[in-house]
């Protein structure tokens, strides 16, 4: 249905504090009205009109609605905005829309997702980091307070269908298992319709999908073409035909957030090889030529410079030249990943165009929830599971040569070197993680409207930030920001509508004033100016110094639009007083204290965050599947035990998984292979020890286990696994290491079958356990007296677990 067109003079005439229409919108749900009239006796009597039912909807000309956010994707990226990569969707948009050359995120994943939600800083609604390292700090705790209500909720609230597809990294930890509560799910924060995966990443080929809180797989297989980012945007295309050939008068608001481009980076080969042999000349040379692009482009001025390389990133010449083979696929593989998906992001465009609702519906495609990921080490990866664990020199030159296929493919986790993450940001200094300074922060971004303003194919160069989006879609859509939701007073927005500048390239900007601070890395951007310091390097597992020792820089960005131009020596009375106004803007939004801790935060008890499981032994029963690290004991590090109660029916031999964490890249499975017991230890896709009973599970009721004996002596070191059945042994092996801190942040445990990629070469899916599991146990302390799991031990276990 197509709607008035509205131009943006008269939307910055509307006040955000009412309506466009007489409803009153401030106090959200709207109270139902009791109905005051008299009511005759008869429902024939003439006296028995009421009025009549009217569904709620969004006052009129309220747009469609369409926030598309990519992953880790750096300013110079693409070759809108100057980048090597091809984004003809991106471009199609800012053709017709307008650029954002000075957009800006919060440096890291989920407090720019939590804040772009809310339409407040990451620190007020809890986001100083990820969910897994959440402490019990005010400004930390990795929970969204109900006194910042979404932009999805308010959106629901006024008759707006609401739907979420891709990535959702807002969850707390404790919270993601199939127990819920899921009040924290999209669901529960304004989503209608939630279709994507709960975490930081997922694997493309093999993602661990949820369909609103019940987890699905994928509707085809990896052999028949399958990627979460086509499977994603089928979905969310799909979920738009039906509201509008449904609802047509009732608009809707998508938040699209594919995985991509954070890693691994997944790409069918032929959108790789469309960039082979493109980036031989390196990095350094790529970020010359990016950076001569994006001054013939306008998206930054003629007269800035090109930061310095710092001397923690290499440049390409002092790579070896045996390793650069490997360098150049990784870009080629993450170059394909970013035009894949934005060729996806066109579908959904092309979807709107082909319903007539494309020129009424608001679209921002930001370019990345923060600078492009350094997170991949100097020589990058085929599997970033061992970066996790801290194993190091096994992937040599000569290794990932021979495994160069593989890049890109189902069979890696791959991520590239830091090297090309610095070129991704080009012109910026630094990368995602560093808050303070532009290679973290500044991410391209397109608004296209065509019902709502008039410019085309043009630069907007005002200060934004990604809490300046909820304020603008509301004063789009006529509506107020609501005092009250779900009885709860609200914290007003942080972030300035964007409108005044749609149609006014030359409007002052309205958001004069904005802290940055992630991991300790902190600046403050107030009226052109930067004061900032970078208090630790990415790579580097440990904070530079203290934070009293952090050396603060100075720019004029006024002047010096790179920040290549250090001031601080020049005008140390403005730093001084920049300085100030951070510590008061980081206490007012709750930064403080600035917290750099690493292992500690890690550390649920530490941190003071609740932990799903606790004590030393967990009971799962048949059913339980997609349980992410979090919500399992921890078994790494330590002598421990896996048993399970199993029936097996007369005349068939036991096969398939009874129970697995993990996947292909890393994690242990214990099931039945041609009668026997069998347990596979994957030691993070670089070898996998498997050990088989001599003898066969018998018919009936029996007992199986595996019994782990840690050698000690340190992290991540060897030991024997044994089996057994019944109590008696069946077989023994040794492995000689072991993961110390994540088998995978994507593959789940799983009981009766397994889900996404397999653990064991000889357990493929589908692999459904042919007998009965009554129950498995997890114990992650071993008295050394017995081999068996009694009922009385089992049942002193529940109780106590109570």
């Not at 001569?292 to 001397?311: M, S, Y």
């Not at 922060?441 to 303003?453: E, K, L």
């Not at 081999?787 to 009385?792: G, I």
Request: glycine residues 10%; proline residues 6%.
């Amino acid at each position: 249905m197509k709607r008035k067109k509205m131009d943006s003079q008269t939307m910055n005439k509307a006040n955000t504090m009412t309506s466009r229409d007489k409803t009153p919108r401030q106090v959200l749900p709207i109270p139902d009205q009791p109905y005051l009239g008299v009511r005759p006796l008869d429902a024939r009597d003439p006296a028995a009109k009421f009025p009549r039912i009217t569904p709620l909807r969004p006052p009129a000309g309220a747009p469609n609605v369409v926030v598309i956010l990519l992953d880790d994707v750096g300013f110079g990226a693409t070759s809108t905005f100057g980048g090597p990569i091809n984004t003809p969707t991106l471009e199609r948009l800012a053709q017709n829309g307008l650029k954002y050359n000075r957009f800006h995120t919060t440096a890291l994943c989920s407090p720019t997702r939590s804040a772009l939600l809310t339409g407040r800083n990451h620190h007020t609604v809890g986001f100083a980091g990820i969910s897994e390292i959440a402490t019990s700090a005010p400004g930390y705790t990795g929970i969204i307070p109900n006194h910042c209500a979404p932009l999805a909720k308010t959106l629901k609230y006024n008759g707006y269908a609401t739907a979420q597809f891709g990535k959702c990294h807002e969850v707390p930890a404790y919270e993601t298992s199939g127990a819920g509560p899921f009040d924290r799910w999209p669901t529960g924060m304004g989503f209608e319709y939630f279709y994507g995966f709960v975490g930081g990443e997922t694997h493309q080929y093999y993602p661990a999908i949820y369909e609103g809180t019940t987890p699905v797989e994928p509707p085809k297989t990896v052999e028949e073409g399958y990627h979460f980012t086509e499977d994603m945007t089928d979905k969310c295309v799909g979920w738009m035909q039906q509201q509008k050939a449904l609802m047509p008068d009732k608009p809707f608001f998508v938040y699209f957030a594919p995985g991509a481009t954070h890693a691994p980076h997944h790409v069918p080969k032929e959108w790789a090889d469309k960039y082979q042999g493109k980036f031989s000349a390196g990095w350094d040379k790529l970020r010359e030529q990016t950076f001569k692009r994006q001054k013939e482009l306008g998206v930054v001025p003629a007269d800035c410079e090109l930061t310095t390389r710092h001397k923690e990133i290499p440049s390409w010449d002092e790579m070896p030249d045996d390793l650069k083979p490997a360098l150049e696929r990784q870009m080629e593989v993450y170059a394909g990943f970013l035009e894949h998906v934005d060729h996806n992001v066109g579908r959904l465009v092309d979807a709107l165009e082909q319903m007539e609702i494309l020129d009424d519906t608001l679209i921002y495609y930001i370019v990345g929830d923060n600078g492009a990921s350094a997170e991949g080490t100097r020589n990058g990866t085929l599997n970033e599971l061992l970066i996790f664990n801290g194993i190091v020199g096994v992937e040599t030159a000569e290794f990932l040569k021979a495994n160069l296929d593989k890049f890109g493919g189902p069979e890696s986790f791959g991520h590239y070197s830091y090297g090309w993450a610095h070129a991704m940001d080009t012109p910026y200094q630094w990368t995602k993680q560093v808050a303070s300074h532009w290679g973290g922060t500044r991410n391209a971004t397109v608004v296209h409207w065509p019902n709502g303003f008039k410019s085309k194919g043009e630069v907007r160069s005002q200060f934004h930030h990604v809490i300046d989006v909820a304020p603008t879609v509301l004063e789009a859509a006529g509506l107020p920001v609501p005092t009250l939701v779900d009885g709860v007073l609200q914290t007003p927005l942080h972030g300035v509508s964007m409108a005044y500048s749609f149609d006014d390239a030359k409007a002052d900007e309205r958001h004069t004033t904005q802290y940055f601070e992630i991991f300790g890395n902190r600046g403050i951007y107030h009226q052109g100016w930067v004061a900032c310091t970078k208090h630790r390097t990415p790579w580097v597992p440990e904070p530079d110094c203290t934070f009293l020792d952090d050396v603060w820089e100075l720019y004029d960005t006024t002047k010096d639009w790179t920040e290549a131009r250090n001031l601080a020596t020049e005008n140390p009375k403005k730093l001084e007083e920049l300085k100030t106004l951070f510590l008061l803007e980081a206490d007012k939004y709750l930064v403080t204290p600035l917290d750099d801790r690493t292992v500690e935060r890690f550390n649920a008890e530490l941190a003071g965050r609740p932990e799903l499981i606790t004590g030393n032994q967990q009971i799962f029963v048949p059913g339980m599947k997609r349980l992410s690290e979090n919500s399992v004991l921890v078994i790494k590090n330590k002598s421990h035990a896996v048993t399970a109660n199993i029936t097996m029916p007369d005349g068939i031999k036991a096969e398939g998984t009874i129970i697995a964490q993990g996947g292909m890249f890393g994690g242990w499975a214990l099931y039945a292979r041609n009668g026997k017991l069998k347990y596979c230890y994957n030691y993070m896709a670089l070898e996998k020890f498997y050990v088989e009973s001599k003898a066969e599970i018998p018919a009936g009721d029996h007992q199986v286990r595996m019994e782990f004996t840690y050698d000690g002596g340190g992290l991540g070191k060897g030991g024997v696994a044994a089996l057994y059945i019944d109590g008696k042994k069946s077989g023994e092996t040794r492995l000689t290491a072991t993961a110390c801190s994540t088998f995978s942040l994507d593959e789940t445990l799983d009981i009766g079958e397994e889900t996404g990629t397999t653990v064991a070469e000889d357990c493929q899916t589908p692999n459904r356990f042919n007998g009965k599991i009554k129950f498995v146990q997890l114990d992650a302390k071993l008295d050394g007296k017995d081999h068996v799991l009694t009922p009385e031990q089992r049942f002193h276990i529940a109780m106590s677990r109570q």
